[in-house]
């Protein structure tokens, strides 16, 4: 499985973070929407992610520890060629946890992809994703992210432990009978 070093927080100064982060990136932003189906699965999440446009659909499965601050994520990504089929194939095996909108700004900082993101419904956050190569230890991705935080000015204080599905949709923890 590929891997990267994730770190998620608020972004309550989203054009600041922007200004910023586009003066760390020698290249324009991507920016684009994306729609991300979550479905339930005994471990680990998986989502269909969609796209404004035109780029391929593609399905995701990752694994990672919900918790403050930089943590490794394990995953795995497959190209999907008919994203409205695939949808209705895992609707039809799978319980369709959340379906999350959002408009994605992409900043690209050496090995570090900085996301800027407007969610629907949840508002706006700050993502980095410090892609590992399969001799990288974690250890100086974790750092690297931390550093990353600190040039861009986020406080420790907006950190997010949680993906965005979970935000919107908690996992609803099943009743005790006494």
Known sequence: ??????????????????????????????????????????????????????TPAELIFYQRDDRDGPKVSYYTRSPVTNADAMHALLATALTTRCVISKERHVYLVGRTRIHLDRVDGLGDFIELEVVL????????????????????????????????????N???????VA
Do not use: T
């Not at 974790?142 to 600190?150: I, K, L, P, V, Y």
């Open 1 to 54: 499985m590929a891997r990267n070093i994730e770190i998620k927080a608020r972004a309550p100064q989203f054009d600041l973070l922007r200004e910023r982060a586009a003066a760390l990136s020698p290249d324009a932003p991507l920016i684009f929407r994306q729609q991300d189906s979550f479905y339930d699965v005994p471990r680990g999440r998986l989502k269909l992610r969609q796209f404004d446009d035109g």
């Open 133 to 168: 190569a399969q001799d990288d230890d974690e250890e100086g991705g974790e750092a690297e992210a931390h550093a990353m935080f600190r040039k861009l000015g986020v406080p420790e204080s907006d950190l997010v432990a949680v993906a965005y599905v979970d935000l919107l």
């Open 170 to 176: 908690p996992v609803q923890e099943p009743l005790k």
